[in-house]
């Protein structure tokens, strides 16, 4: 069965005559059903820890719409929880973090294999996921890439340009090369403990990739990614790679060979006629419609979506949003994206 999952088949080259769809924030707070089990866990991170009502999350979308694919519901930073850090979630503005910014702060995180204790909720999900969901849906598995963890480690939150992160990484570059190599580490683990309880995809989102310019692009978001995925390979051969680095622009061109992923999604910052001359000849692609759509559905809605279909129809390609799902979005015009894929008129 696993060979016929049509996720699968096109992350392996094969190019389908309908792509497979499923949407990064699937399962997030644009469905009733999510924020009614959000509110029965309390808060956020006692819903990513309660193994039972995330996977109940993540079910809802593939009940409500039928996606190819289910992904995990949890969240990148609970890796920098896992190696120590303080983390909790201020309602209406996002997660908080104590900060490293200092040698003191990083010799007292844990070496990156004593994470799986704390994670060990994250893993019963996926085991509880592998046994329910649908034969044909495919399950995906996540992580945060180092360089994007590292930007909330250091500031503690989410900042509009990673400031302090770029001025760590200038000011101090020793200690910002260990505590990315303290993320990658417990990145691998944390991956591999997903294949292993049943994950049959991962995926490496760096969201903060673009704003690595230069040199420092191939050392902190090539590389890590690199070694990460080459980590995969050797402990769980057969198991396909999406990687994100967002923004990335030209850096797209050649980014998954060099990292030897299976698949590379794209944000909407590109034009999917540019993707599918220069990225989408080196094998599959994921993307990359706009997320506003989501919000403002009609004509443009059906019109855009049909385009991607019809200029990444040459190649491998798997249908997905830009970047995630607001919490805004009307679950119609989900219905309308996925029916527009689906009913193939974009094909005439």
């Not at 699937?26 to 006692?46: I, K, M, N, V």
Request: proline share 6%.
């Amino acid at each position: 069965m696993a060979k016929e999952k049509l996720i699968l088949r096109a992350l392996a080259g094969e190019t389908l005559d309908t792509p497979p769809i499923w949407m990064m924030r699937q399962a997030g707070r644009y469905l009733p059903e999510y924020r009614a089990t959000r509110a029965e866990a309390g808060d956020f991170l006692s819903l990513c820890y309660n193994s039972d009502l995330a996977a109940e999350v993540t079910l809802q979308p593939i009940r409500r719409y039928g996606f190819d694919a289910a992904i995990l519901f949890a969240d990148i930073l609970l890796i920098p929880q896992a190696l120590g850090a303080d983390l909790w979630f201020v309602t209406g503005e996002g997660p908080r973090l104590s900060t490293i910014t200092d040698q003191a702060g990083f010799d007292a995180l844990k070496p990156g294999d004593a994470i799986h204790d704390l994670l060990a909720p994250v893993y019963g999900t996926v085991r509880t996921l592998a046994r329910e969901l649908p034969k044909e849906t495919t399950l995906i598995g996540f992580a945060g890439a180092p360089w994007t963890v590292a930007t909330y480690m250091i500031a503690g939150r989410g900042t509009p340009d990673q400031g302090p992160a770029h001025a760590l990484k200038a000011g101090n570059r020793p200690l910002f090369r260990a505590l990315m190599g303290r993320i990658e580490e417990a990145t691998i683990e944390y991956l591999s403990a997903q294949i292993e309880a049943g994950a049959e995809v991962v995926k490496l989102f760096d969201s903060w990739a673009g704003s690595l310019k230069g040199e420092d692009f191939q050392e902190f978001a090539l590389e890590p990614t690199r070694r990460i995925i080459a980590e995969m390979k050797v402990r769980h051969p057969g198991i396909p790679v999406i990687v994100f680095p967002r923004e990335a622009g030209e850096k797209y061109i050649g980014f998954s060979k060099a990292t030897g992923a299976d698949c590379v999604a794209l944000d909407n910052s590109v034009d999917a006629a540019w993707a599918a001359e220069h990225v989408q000849v080196d094998g599959c692609v994921q993307g990359n419609l706009k997320s506003s759509h989501m919000v403002t559905g009609g004509q443009a809605l059906v019109d855009e979506t049909g385009e991607i279909c019809r200029v990444l129809s040459k190649g491998p390609h798997i249908f997905n949003l830009g970047h995630g799902i607001t919490p805004d979005a009307d679950p119609e015009n989900v219905q309308l994206m996925i029916d527009t894929v689906r009913n193939g008129a974009w094909k005439g």
